[in-house]
T-cell receptor, first 114, second 114 residues
């Protein structure tokens, strides 16, 4: 079974620039999550999709972050404009839609804002 | 709000020493509990999980964890660590619902000296 694919692996941008991350979940997984992992901290949920609908985006800084999951498969997370404090690893995860089956994480995108 | 606490931020051990990493969660309802490991430069990997049944859960690489409901704890143990166990360990919990999302602890960095 192929894992959760994310790209790019690394990205360095200047503050106030924009950036986008892409995630392809495991085939058939209805639920997709974006997490932000700041150095020295555990991952924090940014947004959760169920198919192509948003379940939870309460922790997403909506003034600068946006995410979409067209057709209920791939997802993109965008930051515009980026701030220094957005430097983190952005993790995508997917699950079949019922928590009891667990979660599979991608390798993440490491973003550095300078 | 649900939270997960890991009390040990950095643990240093010699090879063959025994390991116990503490994890406590705050949610009083049904929970699923997880331990993930993250090796340098790699994605989160599931070590073990608890959904129900036997509170002593065995995972990969010789790790085990014990769910103690009265203490809201899910401590990770290994009787004899190896140098290759050097990594960051994350405890996580979800609420056991069909639309689960993971709450992570801040992680424990384990360093094993050969």
């Amino acid at each position: 079974e192929a894992g959760v694919a994310q790209s790019p692996r690394y990205k360095i941008i200047e503050k106030r620039q924009s950036v986008a991350f892409w995630c392809n979940p495991i085939s058939g997984h209805a639920t997709l999550y974006w997490y932000q992992q700041i150095l020295g901290q555990g991952p924090k949920l940014l947004i959760q999709f169920q198919n192509n609908g948003v379940v939870d985006d309460s922790q997403l800084p909506k003034d600068r972050f946006s995410a979409e999951r067209l057709k209920g498969v791939d997802s993109t997370l965008k930051i515009q404009p980026a701030k220094l404090e957005d430097s983190a690893v952005y993790l995508c995860a997917s699950s079949p839609g019922q928590g009891v089956y667990g979660y599979t994480f991608g390798s993440g995108t490491r973003l550095t804002v300078v | 709000a649900q939270s997960v606490s890991q009390h040990n931020h950095h643990v240093i051990l010699s090879e063959a020493a025994s390991l116990e990493l503490g994890c406590n969660y705050s949610y009083g309802g049904t929970v699923n509990l997880f331990w993930y490991v993250q090796y340098p430069g790699q994605h989160l990997q599931l070590l073990l999980k608890y959904f129900s049944g036997d509170p002593l859960v065995k995972g990969i690489k010789g790790f085990e964890a014990e769910f103690i409901k009265s203490k809201f704890s899910f401590n990770l143990r290994k009787p004899s660590v190896q140098w290759s166990d050097t990594a960051e360990y994350f405890c996580a919990a979800d609420r056991g619902s069909t639309l689960g999302r993971l709450y992570f602890g801040r992680g424990t960095q384990l360093t094993v000296w050969p």
